[in-house]
């Protein structure tokens, strides 16, 4: 029997640059990129669970070229402290932004990364260690 995916970004062939992603068992591995509300040092910041970690998306997008793509206002509210504002959003725009970190988080895609050491790539600034 064939198995389905929703779409490319549930490939469970697909792994990621975060190598805590791509071990057995992983909350967050690539296929599973939850938007939440995490708490910084700095006050609170829209996120992404990537591994042991979380993707800062108000640093991210705005140090990042590579989300030019997305439209303004997708990014106004990826970059807002808390993700019901992104949640406000329509779930196409939802699952665009969804696409685009999945893109730039793994490995073999056009905006992902051929090899990374964990918080070893010059984007792993936006990473955050999640306890």
Request: charge should be negative; aromatic fraction near 4%.
């Amino acid at each position: 029997m064939k198995k389905t995916t929703v779409d490319e970004t549930h490939d469970e062939l697909a792994e990621s640059w975060v190598s805590s992603a791509n071990q057995p068992g992983a909350e967050f591995p690539i296929q599973n990129l939850p938007f939440a509300t995490i708490k910084t040092e700095s006050g609170s910041s829209v996120a992404v669970g990537i591994g042991d970690a979380a993707l800062l998306l108000g640093p991210a997008v705005s140090q990042s070229a590579a989300f030019s793509d997305i439209p303004e206002h997708i990014l106004a509210a990826a970059s807002h402290s808390d993700v019901s504002c992104l949640m406000k959003l329509e779930r196409d725009e939802r699952v665009r932004l969804r696409r685009s970190i999945f893109d730039k988080l793994s490995v073999g895609t056009p905006g992902g990364h051929s090899k990374c050491s964990t918080y070893g790539h010059p984007n792993c600034s936006t990473l955050a260690t999640v306890i």
